[in-house]
């Protein structure tokens, strides 16, 4: 079975219409390029259409790394209702069995049972407090992986589309390279061309349709990738439902990079998480602290007595307060031990969200020089074919007059192949880098990936 495809309608435009953080700006005529219809054999029988849009809500619930994300979550909210629940007393039931001896005659004083609870306020405080921001710093860190899977699905996706518009452009070159052998077999045979023009023309030819069977390979190859990324069955062949790959802006990469980089450390999960498990080391470390500083109090009451009269008389105690200090806990060295470890995990959190403000200002400043390059390649790149094109009607111009040589078009057609891919290339890496340029700042989600759309 082989995939249909549509012809294709490739769009080099210089902006799209305004998206998320897209300043407007005027459009530049479209470049169209119009390829032949071309079929692709799928991986096994089964095929699968989908789009963008498609493939992010998949990314909202199928990969692995969210619904590993998602779990690590719940138990953080799970953790944070057990820390709150260290202020209630414990309830337990203990059964045993005992034998008076020797004068002992009486068990009046004994009692049935006993209910105790001691508590530090303070620590259940800040154990309360630090359970909850890391349950923050988990909300966060499902953030920052669902919007890294959002990119890794939109790289699949504008990979996959790539590469099935390298099998229409491979495509395309094949039926224009075996016009012109059939050119240059008919010059041959009126005397206009010599044998070497029409073996160099299949030479050529071979060579083109080697390069569709690896196009067509390699889109088989996208197929999987983005499968596995969406925890799809991989032997379905997923195509693209996009009729065309057009030129997408997300981000207006001119704008000022002070304003990218203060929307970056203001919305990157990141960030968040960083300041979040600073504080709840701080919290971990104030509990600790006041694990030895701050006296526990404690309340036991009795109940159950044997002998009532004393009861009522008064003479039986059946409550007690106390007030516990551990500080010596260890002679002492447990608690500076203890308090020493909290304070360097407190400071090693605060070097890592240094660290990682370093790398959101990093990863800005590459993405919005990776965006800008991009632009630059793909303004060359539609200029390039424009010119590729005229070379080779001007040099079948010359073949067909008698004035040119086979040669001329040969180069003229190898030009113009390499233009395809290199517009290509230029569209799709334009894209991505926008998509890079929007998850650098914080703002890539499924929502604002289909405003470019």
Sequence with gaps: MRIPLRPWYLLVLSTSAPAAHSAPQAEAPPMSMALGAVDIRPIQTETLAIDLPTALRLAETKPF?????????????????????????????????GRLRGNITTV?????????????????????LAARLNAGVAAARLAGVSQDTYLKVADGYLNLVRAQAEV???????????????????????????PADRSRTRVQLAAQQQETVEAQSRFREASVRLAATLNLDLTVTLVPADNELRQTTLVDQNQPLEQLIQRAL???????????????????RRATASKYS????????????????????????????????????????????????????????????????????????????????????????????????????????RLENQVGLALEVLQAQTALAQARANLLTAIADYN??????????????????????
């Design 65 to 97: 790394e969210i619904r590993l994300a998602q779990h690590r979550v719940a138990a953080a909210n799970a953790e944070r209702q057990a820390a709150g629940a260290a202020l209630l007393p414990d309830l337990g039931l203990s059964v045993g069995r």
């Design 266 to 284: 203001t919305r990157r999960p990141e960030i968040r998480e960083a300041d979040s498990s600073l504080a709840e080391r701080a919290a971990r």
């Design 108 to 128: 009046a004083d004994i009692p049935a049972a006993r209910l105790t609870w001691f508590v530090n306020p303070v620590v259940v405080h800040q154990e309360s």
């Design 294 to 397: 701050v006296p526990r109090v404690g309340f036991e009451k009795w109940i159950g007595r044997f002998d009532a009269a004393r009861a009522s008389a008064g003479d039986l105690r059946d409550h007690w307060w106390f007030i516990e200090w551990r500080g010596l806990e260890g002679l002492g060295f447990a608690a500076k031990g203890d308090i020493r470890a909290a304070r360097e995990r407190e400071q090693e959190a605060a070097a890592a969200r240094e660290q990682t403000r370093a790398q959101v200002i990093a990863s800005v400043l590459t993405a919005r020089e990776g965006a800008l390059a991009a632009g630059e390649r793909l303004k060359l790149a539609g200029q390039a074919i424009q010119d590729a094109q005229e070379t080779l009607r001007i040099s079948k111009l």
């Design 168 to 194: 229409a452009v491979a495509a395309q070159g094949e039926r224009e390279m075996e016009e012109l052998v059939r050119l240059t077999e008919r010059l041959q045979e009126r005397g206009m061309a010599i």
């Design 432 to 453: 991505l880098a926008q998509a890079r340029l929007l998850h650098a700042t914080g703002s890539l989600s499924p929502q604002s990936l289909r405003a470019g759309q």
